[in-house]
């Protein structure tokens, strides 16, 4: 793994995992198994959940973890049940993190709203949600696969065989060595495909890249010769954002296949004062400049310009 990228990654990663064992932790008090607690584990700080390989593995490979928190089956009330819930608590957790960014996303998707100073803030937040949400999701997912000391090794044998669920005690780094096979290999890939569809299908979409999909459409339409229907692909985004160059640009193309150079000197000249960097209208002014020479539907050279 990328070491940049796995630093990246380690905020989100020490969030997730803390929540996930102080859930245990909490759940099993609750419950009547305080042993945890005294311990201290019954934390949001994320230095008494952290283990030390764990957290080096997070650098070097695509997942890591923290310390188990302990569990006295005779301290709790009901067992086997106690224990189940306490062992799903972890999971739960995480996607109830997963859930409160899912919310929070709906506010910052509307990255327009809050002027143009302010909107790269506000990306910025949106993109640390949706990693905080799929490194969640993530981990639940993993934790549900029946492989110690994952929480799957002690929630399925007691809900479908009915059998005490066994830790993996001094044999759990072949745990770990069969988990990091699976995963750098993607035999996993079927089973957390299943979980991310599930995420992308309630994802909302921000306004940005509302914005970027109807001018696209805008371009693909011009390409077809369908001018009036990449006109309202163009009015539609500039109703979303205003402030937007790209859509004075995507006017003077459309100026530009109806032969209108007038019109699109003047989108080439409003696309500049809203800020649009001189690349991206060399092309459209190189048309204008060429004394009634016109871009034709297909094959038209303005792709270079949006790229």
């Known amino acids: 793994m990328d070491v940049a990228f796995a630093l990246m990654l380690l905020p989100f990663l ?3 995992i803390t929540v996930h064992e102080f859930a245990h932790a909490w759940s099993a008090w609750k419950l009547g198994d305080g042993y945890a607690r005294r311990q201290g584990r019954v934390s949001l700080n994320p230095f008494r959940h952290l283990s030390p390989l764990g957290t080096l593995c997070i650098l070097l490979l695509p997942f890591g973890w923290g310390k188990p928190v302990p569990v006295n089956l005779h ?14 608590a972890g999971p739960a957790a995480n996607l109830l993190l997963v859930g409160v960014a899912l919310g929070l996303m709906q506010i910052t998707r509307r990255s327009f709203l809050v002027g143009p100073g302010l909107e790269p803030l506000l990306s910025l937040a949106h993109a640390g949600l949706v ?15 029946p492989i110690p000391p994952l929480d799957g090794s002690k929630i399925w044998p007691v809900l ?8 993996a005690g001094k044999h759990t780094w072949v745990f770990l060595v069969v988990l990091v096979f699976l995963l750098t290999t993607h035999a996993l890939e079927p089973v957390l495909d299943v979980g991310f569809a599930a995420f992308d299908a309630v994802t909302p979409t921000t306004d940005r890249e509302t914005y970027e ?22 009015d539609a985004a500039d109703r979303l954002n205003p402030r937007g160059y790209e859509t004075e640009i995507a006017r003077a193309w459309l100026s ?37 020479q016109f871009p034709q539907p297909q094959g038209r050279p303005a792709d270079a310009a949006r790229e």
Do not use: C
């Open 256 to 292: 530009l296949y109806g032969h209108d150079a007038e019109g699109a000197r003047e989108h080439t000249d409003a696309a500049r004062r809203l800020g649009a960097p001189e690349q991206d209208l060399a092309l459209p002014e190189e048309w204008v400049a060429a004394e009634g």
């Open 213 to 234: 999909i109807k001018i696209g459409a805008a371009y693909s339409l011009m390409d077809e010769a369908l001018l009036d229907a990449a006109g309202r692909e163009i």
């Open 160 to 167: 479908i065989h009915r059998i005490k669920p066994t830790m």
């Open 14 to 16: 020490v969030v997730a």
């Open 75 to 88: 301290n709790f009330r009901r067992p086997r049940r106690d224990y189940l819930l306490t062992s799903l």
């Open 131 to 145: 990693l905080l949400a799929i490194i969640n999701l993530l981990l639940a997912i993993i934790n549900l696969i």
